[in-house]
């Protein structure tokens, strides 16, 4: 059977897909390999913004120059919004849209010889497999593997309309998972003894809005902490409109869950935020988080934030940059705009110049330095309870603490994935440094 190596870019739940696709590959009798002797490449693909496409190709045009007998498959975002420019690019031989992902596997497979379909005598091009994306959610079971936190996708797609994103493009409309199948894979990764399971989606607030029967989000999270016993649950993103009260509350008074909160803000400008048709004042964004610190005064808070919309003034980025700094932020995701075809802001007048995007990206990040230097500081001297992950920095083993944070734990024989408490001991070199409790 064939070889292949896998490589996968973005988002977790891109992740979550490109470990299903790995493990079921392998499954098939596929052979995993080192890149320059693989026989076949699967470049799991985001398409999020410019760079983000421009790094599949450097990557695509890397491997074949290394590899050239390396047949290319492509799938994901990016194979979605544009399989004929993908298929161009040299050595790929498969282009596979999110609308057939979940059939790569039985495609690779099911072909009598590796390659690509051929067109008259000697003639190759690559078998391309784009369509409409449909309503079901396509179910990527999670296996074990070498990571401490796997991450769990629970629903896909999206139905906002920001004027800035490609996403429900390429993912379609909102679908979720059924309970009874989170459940069950949560059941399986506890019983393959994982200590922290990360849950993720495209839209993880719309939960169960598809579903036929009335569950949402937090019902979801009530569920799993009823009916597993996993030791720890954290959320890779919510957006502002759906960090309720009630869902505040349940993290603040459930310990199985991770103090940590992601909440997409964009941008601290209101005008700026109309523009983006973000569905958010910022007085709401503000009046959530801050009821995050309130009830859990040690919280990870973090945010991404765009820098250089298409409109933006100066005035409107130092009322932005006022903004975030009057929140308090553990870290930040900066992003310079960057324009997606066939969106609403792509061709909208007062597109700012690239320099003074980038001026704008470094203000935003000497501004949440400080907020992180002040927020490690602040962790010295406490207890923080750390998952240990497979990561060794300068001889030592790094967990990760339940607010977000990487502790190194030097002379610790500490097995990857064992939950401990741990105490803070100082910080060095922008990460915590500590012992086990």
């Known amino acids: 059977m064939s070889t292949f190596h896998l490589i996968n870019f973005g988002c977790r739940a891109s992740h979550a897909d490109g470990a299903a696709i790995k493990q079921q590959l392998m499954a098939k009798g596929f052979r995993e390999a080192p890149p320059d002797s693989s026989e076949i490449a699967v470049l799991n693909t985001c398409t999020v913004t410019a760079a983000a496409d421009a790094e599949v190709r450097q990557v695509i045009r890397r491997i074949h120059r290394a590899n050239p007998d390396c047949r290319i498959l492509v799938t994901g975002c990016y194979a979605q919004r544009a399989a004929?420019?993908?298929?161009?690019l040299p050595g790929v031989a498969w282009v596979i849209g999110n609308s057939h992902k979940h059939t790569l596997v039985q495609?690779?497979?099911?072909?009598?010889?590796i390659g690509c379909a051929t067109v008259g005598q000697g003639v190759h091009r690559p078998l391309v497999q784009v369509g409409e994306i449909g309503d079901t959610f396509h179910f990527a079971p999670v296996f074990a593997d070498d990571r401490s936190r796997p991450t769990l996708k629970v629903q896909d797609g999206c139905n906002a309309r920001c004027a800035f994103c490609i996403i429900p493009q390429v993912r379609g409309e909102s679908r979720s998972m059924e309970p009874l199948k989170v459940i069950e894979q949560i059941r399986e990764l506890e019983q393959n003894g994982y200590k922290e399971i990360v849950l993720s989606g495209i839209n993880l607030g719309s939960y169960g809005r598809d579903l036929g029967h009335?569950?949402?989000?937090?019902?979801?999270?009530?569920?799993?902490?009823?009916?597993t016993g996993i030791a720890r649950l954290r959320i890779s993103s919510i957006e502002p409109m759906d960090v309720s009260r009630e869902l505040i509350g349940l993290m603040a008074a459930e310990p199985r869950m991770a103090r940590h909160f992601h909440?997409?803000?964009?941008?601290?400008?209101?005008?700026?935020?109309?523009?983006?048709?973000?569905?958010?004042?910022?007085?709401?964004?503000s009046d959530?988080?801050?009821?995050?610190?309130?009830?859990?005064?040690?919280?990870?808070?973090?945010?991404?934030?765009?820098?250089?919309?298409?409109?933006?003034?100066?005035?409107?980025?130092?009322?932005?940059?006022?903004?975030?700094?009057?929140?308090?932020f553990t870290y930040l995701h900066i992003f310079p705009y960057s324009a997606r075809p066939a969106t609403v802001a792509a061709n909208r007048a007062g597109q700012v110049d690239g320099r003074r995007i980038h001026e704008r990206v470094r203000e935003l990040k000497g501004l949440i330095a400080a907020k992180r230097d002040q927020f490690l500081n602040a962790q010295i001297g406490q207890t923080l309870s750390a998952v240990v992950l497979h990561k060794i920095a300068n001889g030592s083993p790094l967990a990760l603490t339940t607010n977000y944070l990487q502790v190194s734990l030097p002379g610790a024989g500490?097995?990857?994935?064992?939950?401990?408490?741990?105490?803070?001991?100082?910080?060095?070199?922008?990460?915590l440094v500590g012992r086990a409790a």
């Open 84 to 88: 004929d420019e993908v298929s161009k």
């Open 107 to 113: 495609t690779l497979s099911g072909e009598g010889s």
């Open 214 to 227: 009335p569950i949402d989000f937090r019902g979801l999270l009530e569920q799993i902490l009823r009916e």
């Open 263 to 285: 909440v997409p803000l964009q941008s601290g400008c209101n005008r700026i935020l109309r523009l983006m048709n973000r569905r958010y004042w910022t007085t709401h964004y």
């Open 288 to 328: 959530r988080i801050l009821a995050i610190r309130e009830r859990m005064p040690n919280c990870g808070i973090g945010a991404d934030i765009m820098a250089g919309f298409p409109g933006e003034t100066e005035a409107d980025h130092a009322e932005s940059c006022r903004f975030i700094e009057s929140l308090p």
């Open 414 to 431: 500490i097995a990857p994935n064992t939950l401990l408490d741990v105490e803070i001991r100082g910080v060095d070199e922008g990460a």
